[in-house]
């Protein structure tokens, strides 16, 4: 198993106060991991922000329980991984009511910003959860 250089976790309710929990994490890991270059560090924390956004102002909750956000972020030599799951949640692919027009030329563009940003973009349901997976391999040199 590659070696983990640096890593975060963060679960707490789906609101604005934990995209600023996320970003802090995210500050003081590139402490922790001084070597990954700045613009993987600039767009990895662009994905993973935009990922956790997405969680807040879009996630129904499933039930009677809150929409919860979490976040596990990993750092090894070739790769940078961030699992960003919705606890609680209804499936974001769940048929929908018809979007206007306007509705249309917002949604998904949060989604094309995050694949523009990364190597890899999975989506994973399991139970009342939601993780998409994030993955960039940084650049050397």
Not at 31 to 48: C, E, N, R
Not at 72 to 91: E, G
Not at 102 to 129: C, K, M, N, P, Y
């Amino acid at each position: 198993m590659t070696e983990v250089l640096a890593s975060r976790s963060f679960r707490g309710p789906a609101a604005d106060e934990a995209i600023e929990a996320v970003h802090n994490d995210l500050d003081s890991l590139w402490l922790d991991a001084p070597f990954v270059q700045d613009i993987d560090q600039m767009t990895f924390t662009t994905a993973v922000i935009e990922s956790a956004s997405n969680i807040v102002q879009h996630a129904e909750p499933a039930g009677q329980e809150p929409v919860e956000l979490g976040m596990d972020i990993i750092v090894q030599p070739a790769l940078l991984q961030a699992r960003v799951s919705a606890y609680h949640a209804k499936s974001p692919y769940e048929p929908m009511e018809p979007a206007t027009q306007s509705e249309d030329a917002e949604s998904g563009r949060g989604l094309a910003l995050i694949q523009a940003l990364v190597t890899t973009l999975t989506f994973e349901r399991q139970d009342s959860t939601n993780t998409w997976v994030l993955t960039r391999s940084p650049q050397h040199g």
